[in-house]
Nanobody
């Protein structure tokens, strides 16, 4: 059973930074494409960033391009999301997810495995 555990959320003022981490329990971690998603109260879940397991190519939602950076450390089974220049509209619960299929993860928004989420709150 794959387990994903996020950490690093918190409360910051607008313009601040946070780094989220997601540790995966599976030994085949490097084979998975992984991503970060978020959901704010009353809003639909949206993909924030993803990284393709094959090439390491990264993908971002337009709203976070230039501010957020996704990366992964295969040796540590850890996915990161560096968030800079945070805005109040970035406030949400952030989830990491993974799937062997990048299409399922990022295109279909239906990855096989999810973490429990970590809250990010940005005040103005």
């Amino acid at each position: 059973q794959v387990q994903l555990v996020e950490s690093g959320g918190g409360s910051v003022q607008a313009g601040g930074s946070l780094r989220l981490s997601c540790i995966a329990s599976d030994d085949t971690y490097s084979s998975y494409s992984m991503g970060w998603f978020r959901q704010a109260p009353g809003k639909e879940r949206e993909g924030v960033a993803a990284i393709y397991s094959g090439s390491g190519s990264t993908y971002y939602a337009y709203s976070v391009q230039g501010r957020f950076t996704i990366s992964k450390d295969n040796a540590k089974n850890t996915l990161y999301l560096q968030m800079n220049s945070l805005k109040p509209e970035d406030t949400a619960m952030y989830y990491c997810a993974e799937d062997l299929s990048f299409r399922a993860l990022w295109v279909k928004d239906s990855p096989s495995y999810w973490g429990q989420g970590t809250q990010v709150t940005v005040s103005s």
